[in-house]
């Protein structure tokens, strides 16, 4: 009986263990880009209620900017993906200064995010501070919260190339989008004040 007991005691710990082997190899994933995107359409929307003659030519420098750094953060999301498909490179190894590679470009849009902010309206900003915080959250918060499936890889999670592939893919025409927004702000800023 003592070692029936004793057996399933040692059952229980191992099942323990491999249960906490397998949850710290998985990845929390928050995709920003959805709430980038929500952010600059809100910009766009409502530009009348927040821009001004005084700080449009600000405001303008300030989306070239924020286009520029979101083109570099897919650019390089792009770039390091397809280098993983084509080279059918398997889970599990980690690429720091790819992944800090990744996050450098994040904290770049994320700057671009607050210069833009300071130029809003109190609705937008506060949407941006949110923005910002979940950002700032998925870069610097707990170890095995990502931007995407890439970085999870990138630090050498379990990562399917299916969800690699899917989330670029969705990603990728996010960004693409968000950048259109962008752009369509920075046209209604030119008819307004030019």
Known sequence: ???????????LIACCFYASQAAAQSATVTDVTKGIFTWVKHLNNDVDKYATREKSAELNQHLTNLKQELNN???????????????????????????????????????????????????????????????????????????????????GKDVTKKDLALDNSMGYDRLQSIMQQVSATQEKLDRKYK
Do not use: C
């Open 1 to 11: 009986m003592l070692i029936k007991g004793l057996s399933r005691v040692i059952l």
């Open 73 to 155: 953060y897919l650019k390089t999301r792009k770039s390091l993906s397809d280098s993983l498909l084509r080279n059918n490179i398997k889970p599990g190894k980690q690429s720091p200064e790819d992944l800090e590679n990744v996050k450098l470009k994040m904290r770049n849009v994320m700057e671009q995010i607050r210069n833009i902010n300071d130029l809003t309206n109190r609705e937008i900003r506060e949407e941006g501070d949110r923005l910002n915080d979940e950002i700032y959250d998925a870069l610097f918060g707990e170890q095995s919260h990502y931007l995407s499936h890439l970085e999870a890889f990138l630090d």
